[in-house]
């Protein structure tokens, strides 16, 4: 077992994730961390363009009265594949320890079209990384594996940068190869089979990924959300104000037991629902702590 640096001689600091080439890593493609890498460079630039069109062109089906619409949203969701060119996630965990990529792409549009249909069609619900908050089963590794195959296109055109910049890659007997992969295409929204070279690291193609997009959590958790928005939220529901004028609120740790309130994506659902009637976006809000706390920390840089 080797990391990239070392099986190909690489040394001092990488702008690619320096994974062990021979098992699973097990860090995540984050769609919201590359998000917050806009602007950082080409390649988080048509990485969100990407994930953008894509997610539009899936909820631009939800709801559709004709049938062809319809399964095209279906069948757009179901054309995932194991990315496993990343090394990246848990293959126990990934399409196939869920039954395959036709069982995601179905739990996914059935949530979209019933549960989730009015948060998409009020525009609470409008990045792929909202769908971890309220999609049962939709965690951190099933949200990389479908980031990786939508992005796939900018992490091969990273990868071909970087071979182009450490002539390691291809010195002695290390080589490069060329690959057919299916990648989405943001201009004609759909996807497509496209060559792409790749270098062969283990006896298989390794494709790059810049080091920033990538972690061991994902940044918008159903976890996160319920333990910050949704129960700030309720706290704001259930406050009191005394007579002197200062407020009292529940403990955290008191609304948790409370029936309606337990830790769970219902829950999130549930209290999203609600604030809305109130005028509330806490998807929104969630997004502004993300950003908050992304700019505070390491990840403010990107490749």
């Not at 990485?47 to 062809?68: L, P």
């Not at 406050?239 to 829950?267: A, M, W, Y």
Request: with cysteine; net charge neutral; charged share 20%.
């Amino acid at each position: 077992m080797a990391p990239v640096t070392t099986h190909y001689g690489i040394i001092g600091p990488v702008p690619f994730l320096d994974v062990d080439i021979s098992v699973d890593n097990r860090m995540f493609i984050d769609p919201h961390a590359i998000r917050l890498c806009h602007g950082l460079g080409p390649f988080a630039a048509a990485a969100n363009h990407c994930t953008t069109t894509f997610f539009d062109e899936v909820t631009a089906c939800v709801g559709a009265t004709g049938a062809s619409v319809r399964q095209r949203g279906l069948e757009l969701l179901q054309r995932f594949e194991e990315p496993w060119e990343t090394r990246l996630g848990m293959a126990a965990q990934g399409f196939h320890g869920h039954g395959g990529a036709e069982d995601v792409g179905m739990w996914i549009w059935n949530a979209l079209n019933t549960d989730l249909e009015a948060l998409v069609r009020v525009g609470i619900l409008r990045q792929i990384e909202d769908l971890p908050l309220f999609v049962e089963g939709i965690d951190r590794d099933i949200t990389s594996d479908i980031t990786t195959r939508i992005v796939f296109d900018p992490l091969a055109d990273f990868t071909a940068d970087v071979v182009a910049r450490y002539p390691q890659f291809t010195a002695g007997r290390h080589r490069i190869d060329t690959f057919s992969r299916q990648v989405w295409d943001p201009h004609r929204r759909q996807w497509n089979q496209k060559s792409v070279t790749l270098p062969v690291a283990g006896g298989k193609p390794l494709l790059l990924v810049p080091r920033h997009w990538a972690r061991p959590t994902l940044l918008m958790s159903a976890g996160r959300y319920y333990e910050t928005s949704v129960l700030s939220f309720a706290q704001r529901e259930q406050s009191v104000i005394t007579s002197n004028g200062k407020i009292l609120k529940t403990p955290k740790d008191v609304l948790k037991t409370q029936p309606g309130l337990e830790r769970g994506r219902n829950t999130n659902l549930a209290v999203t629902q609600r604030a809305h009637r109130k005028d509330a976006d806490l998807v929104a809000v969630f997004r502004d702590f993300v950003r908050a706390k992304w700019a505070d920390g390491p990840g403010g840089q990107a490749a």
